[in-house]
């Protein structure tokens, strides 16, 4: 059953620490992204990657870093200079090319303590 | 810069009367153009894409280049509508990103 996981579903984190959350997809797409949904804000691109070993940062990448070193998985990491983290974080993945629309991953939601 | 707007935060219709999501935006060149719907507890998926000119769910997109607009549109709202709905252009040169709109919930009531 193909698809895109996300886990964990929620998460904790305490002030100062860094957190992983994990984005794994057997569709075999090449394109991977993050994305971060704020109530009233849609959602806001965070990194994104077309090919492994390689991603961009997007919008609001600053606080977070990625690797993408294998094609299935995309982790991001929420490092303790991103100021405002609480968030539900959304991963998505698609064929590379325009024109191709996104499979998305059902979320975390990530707060801080 | 490159913007995407959706003026309505809630749109709030009785069933069986027509609806129409409004997207704006603003890019240089013609984008690629999406609608996404996130139902309550589901995943967001896509609805429809402007390329392939089709009708999900009886809703229908039509681009209209002078107004650089994508309204999302539906003759006859029923209760599953509720949801909430995101508009999502990709600049042709940006490779398949997408910028999201701020979202619309519509709520169909009986």
């Known amino acids: 059953d193909g698809g895109i996981t996300q886990s964990p579903k929620y998460l904790f984190r305490k002030e100062g620490q860094n957190v992983t959350l994990s984005c794994e997809q057997n569709?075999?797409?090449?394109?991977m992204y993050w994305y971060r949904q704020d109530p009233g804000q849609g959602l806001r691109l965070i990194y994104y990657s077309q090919i492994v070993n390689d991603f961009q940062k997007g919008d609001i990448a600053e606080g977070y870093s990625v690797s993408r070193e294998k094609k299935e998985s995309f982790p991001l990491t929420v490092t303790s200079a991103q100021k405002n983290p609480t968030a539900f974080y959304l991963c998505?993945?698609?064929?590379?090319?325009?024109?191709?629309?996104?499979?998305f991953g059902s979320g975390t939601r990530l707060t801080v303590v | 810069a490159q913007r995407v707007t959706q003026p309505e935060k809630l749109l709030s219709v009785f069933k069986g009367a027509p609806v129409e999501l409004k997207c704006n935006y603003s890019y240089s060149g013609s984008p690629e153009l999406f609608w996404y719907v996130q139902y309550s507890r589901q995943r967001l998926q896509l609805l429809l894409r402007?390329?392939s000119r089709e009708s999900i769910k009886g809703f229908t997109a039509d681009l209209n280049k002078g107004e650089t607009s994508f309204h999302l549109k539906k003759p006859f709202a029923q209760e599953e509508d509720s949801a909430m709905y995101y508009c999502a252009p990709s600049p042709i040169r940006a490779g398949n990103m997408l910028t999201f709109g701020g979202g619309t919930r519509l709520m169909v009531k009986p």
């Open positions: 998505a993945s698609s064929i590379a090319g325009t024109g191709y629309g996104y499979t």
């Open positions: 569709l075999n797409h090449d394109a």
């Open positions: 402007h390329i």
